[in-house]
């Protein structure tokens, strides 16, 4: 139960590493499996079971924030852990049951809530951001390399050797957990903390996006995080299987695509944004992403040859740095008796958005009548499989509608990112908040209720 040695930031990084490695490496077979099962509006499933999954998530997540407050994190850990991964080994036995049960697991499909709990008990104040990046650092890298990873396996031994290695990653990753991870809850505030009453403002997904008219900046912060980040998370459920699917790319492309992806993502995230926050200033930084990502996303919708696909990639990768130069602008503008109140409101967007956004993409593709109406086929003489120019020929001026959605939503968080001031004080009346969390929280836990700890959140460079 005391585990190995004394909590630190690695136990969270190999939580973090094997659960998503165990994901990553099942990136190309679900694909398949989704179109096997759903071979009409393959697009509308994938999206209702994404949206799902994300509005359960948002809903649970400030609860069991609140209860490993109570419990300690440790059993929130292998908790979230256990029903993240609980859908692996069905998708052999059972894929009906595998994706009713993928989106059920949203209610507990919040381990870097718990993980960044965890990290904050056990790291000084200055010390935060680097422990995030390292966190952050790694979910990318284990999906950087594991659906290549899992690609290969898939085709020289069988997508049911995949799903084993997979289910067997996982069950490590829980045996890591029961074993070797220490609990960071001190255990002098535990006992205390037993039968503390949780309050219906703790378990409220909705408290912190109570506030946001309260500030008309704030307001404007958060139109543009909600207009530019809902079209990211619905691209996010999607665009995979629109590359495999529609755009005719093989397993080994879609892995190459998402690791290329990934490295550059980092670069632009730590790098360019860096010298750009430097140079041009932090809402030139928010403008130049918000262009990037309307570009992209018109890109990604009249796109219709693989190459415009990577090309838009690559820009992809520099709309990136939106999110952390909006993180850095409230930051440097708000109290350092408010940050935690304005964070959680933007956090709670994401969240919002998570759930969102799939929903969307899948509908905008159903209407637009984007379906998947045949097996792919090997490729044929001219280079693109049936499928693809099947869907060209019968949708040649708009291949991917619901990307055109996205850039028109993107350029209505543009116009409204115009209106932020450079250098502006943000007023929000938290007192209620302050006094809540004066008597409910702990000085090694200092998130708002609401608030899902995310590692840009949390530092300016990372």
């Known amino acids: 139960?005391?585990?190995?040695?004394?909590?630190?930031?690695?136990?969270?990084?190999?939580?973090?590493?094997?659960?998503?490695?165990?994901?990553?490496?099942?990136?190309?077979?679900?694909?398949?499996?989704?179109?096997?099962?759903?071979?009409?509006?393959?697009?509308?499933?994938?999206?209702?079971?994404?949206?799902?999954?994300?509005?359960?998530?948002?809903l649970s997540a400030p609860l069991i924030g609140a209860l490993s407050d109570v419990w300690g994190r440790k059993s929130f850990l292998l908790l979230t852990v256990f029903f993240t991964?609980?859908?692996?080994?069905?998708?052999?036995?059972?894929?009906?049951?595998?994706?009713?049960?993928?989106?059920?697991?949203?209610?507990?499909?919040?381990?870097?809530?718990?993980?960044?709990?965890?990290?904050?008990?056990?790291t000084q104040e200055h010390e935060r951001s680097m422990a995030y990046g390292l966190v952050s650092a790694t979910f990318a890298a284990s999906l950087v390399t594991s659906p290549a990873i899992g690609a290969y396996l898939g085709r020289v031994y069988g997508d049911s050797l995949v799903v084993?290695?997979?289910?067997?990653?996982?069950?490590?990753?829980?045996?890591?957990?029961?074993?070797?991870?220490?609990?960071?809850?001190?255990?002098?505030?535990?006992?205390?903390?037993?039968?503390?009453?949780?309050?219906?403002?703790?378990?409220?997904?909705?408290?912190?996006?109570?506030?946001?008219?309260?500030?008309?900046?704030?307001?404007?912060?958060?139109?543009?995080v909600f207009l530019s980040y809902l079209p990211e998370a619905g691209q996010y459920s999607s665009f995979f299987l629109y590359l495999r699917?529609?755009?005719?790319?093989?397993?080994e492309s879609v892995t190459a695509f998402i690791a290329v992806l990934g490295i550059l993502s980092i670069i632009a995230q730590t790098i360019v944004l860096s010298l750009l926050m430097r140079s041009i200033g932090n809402k030139n930084t928010i403008l130049l992403g918000l262009g990037f990502q309307i570009l992209q996303l018109a890109w990604y919708g009249f796109g219709s040859e693989?190459?415009?696909?990577?090309?838009?990639?690559?820009?992809?990768?520099?709309?990136?740095?939106?999110?952390?130069?909006?993180?850095?602008?409230?930051?440097?503008?708000?109290?350092?008796d408010q940050?935690?109140?304005?964070?959680?409101?933007?956090?709670?967007?994401?969240?919002?958005?998570?759930?969102?956004?799939?929903?969307?993409?899948?509908?905008?593709?159903?209407?637009f009548h984007v379906e998947l109406n045949e097996l792919p086929m090997p490729e044929s003489p001219s280079g693109g499989s049936v499928v693809t120019q099947y869907h060209l020929q019968q949708n040649s001026i708009i291949p991917g509608p619901p990307f055109l959605f996205g850039a028109c939503s993107v350029l209505l968080a543009l116009l409204v990112a115009l209106f932020i001031p450079e250098h502006t004080n943000l007023n929000i009346r938290s007192g209620n908040w302050k006094k809540h969390c004066g008597s409910h929280g702990h000085p090694h836990s200092p998130q708002a209720p609401g608030e899902a700890k995310e590692p840009l959140l949390q530092d300016t460079n990372v």
């Open 1 to 58: 139960p005391q585990g190995i040695g004394s909590p630190s930031v690695y136990h969270a990084v190999i939580v973090i590493f094997l659960e998503f490695f165990a994901w990553g490496l099942l990136t190309a077979p679900t694909l398949v499996v989704l179109h096997e099962t759903f071979p009409k509006h393959t697009f509308l499933m994938n999206g209702l079971i994404q949206g799902v999954k994300g509005l359960l998530s948002f």
């Open 85 to 122: 991964c609980a859908p692996i080994p069905l998708m052999k036995i059972s894929p009906w049951w595998y994706f009713a049960v993928i989106s059920v697991s949203g209610v507990f499909a919040v381990t870097f809530s718990v993980v960044f709990a965890y990290v904050a008990d056990i």
């Open 164 to 224: 084993v290695l997979a289910t067997a990653i996982a069950l490590l990753d829980i045996c890591f957990i029961l074993v070797a991870v220490p609990e960071s809850l001190p255990e002098k505030m535990r006992p205390a903390s037993w039968g503390a009453p949780i309050s219906w403002e703790q378990a409220d997904p909705f408290a912190s996006l109570k506030k946001v008219g309260q500030d008309s900046i704030v307001l404007l912060i958060c139109i543009t």
């Open 245 to 251: 699917q529609i755009m005719g790319f093989s397993p």
């Open 306 to 336: 693989p190459w415009m696909m990577w090309a838009a990639g690559a820009v992809a990768a520099m709309s990136s740095i939106t999110f952390p130069a909006v993180s850095a602008l409230v930051s440097r503008t708000a109290d350092a």
């Open 339 to 367: 940050q935690g109140v304005v964070q959680g409101m933007i956090t709670g967007i994401r969240g919002l958005c998570n759930g969102l956004g799939p929903a969307l993409y899948g509908f905008i593709f159903y209407i």
